[in-house]
């Protein structure tokens, strides 16, 4: 499976982002995907998540200002990133992740290379 992460950049606070990542190599439309995010010095956390179901899941970090959606036809799965802030700024990764029956993720299966989004006035 692999994966390529676009759409990182400079922005400043307030403003917003969309990220966008393609997926090759697996049956796109049956898989689960996420993107995580990783600060200088942090461990890498999850921000978003979709199920092939269509189910989404956010952390209280980023619920309500961040979006994720899938894109079926094109394997693309998206970020969309409102509100920003300075404490959003990281490496962003998405991934092919497992899912529980109730739409949790379980593990991460494949990364892709990261992409950095700063949040800087």
């Known amino acids: 499976v692999q994966l390529q992460a676009s759409g990182g950049g400079l922005v400043q606070p307030g403003k917003s982002l969309i990220l966008s990542c393609v997926v090759s190599?697996?049956?796109?439309?049956?898989?689960?995907l996420a993107w995580y995010r990783q600060a200088p010095g942090q461990q890498r956390d999850l921000v978003a998540w979709?199920?092939?179901?269509?189910?989404?899941g956010y952390p209280d970090s980023v619920n309500g200002r961040f979006f994720i959606s899938r894109d079926n036809a094109n394997e693309m799965v998206n970020l969309q990133m409102n509100n920003l802030k300075p404490e959003d700024t990281a490496v962003y990764y998405c991934?092919?992740?497992?899912?529980?029956?109730?739409?949790?993720?379980?593990?991460?299966?494949?990364w892709g290379q990261g992409t950095l989004v700063t949040v800087s006035s």
């Open positions: 979709i199920t092939h179901q269509g189910w989404t």
């Open positions: 190599g697996t049956r796109f439309s049956l898989e689960s």
């Open positions: 991934a092919v992740v497992n899912t529980s029956q109730t739409g949790e993720v379980r593990g991460v299966r494949s």
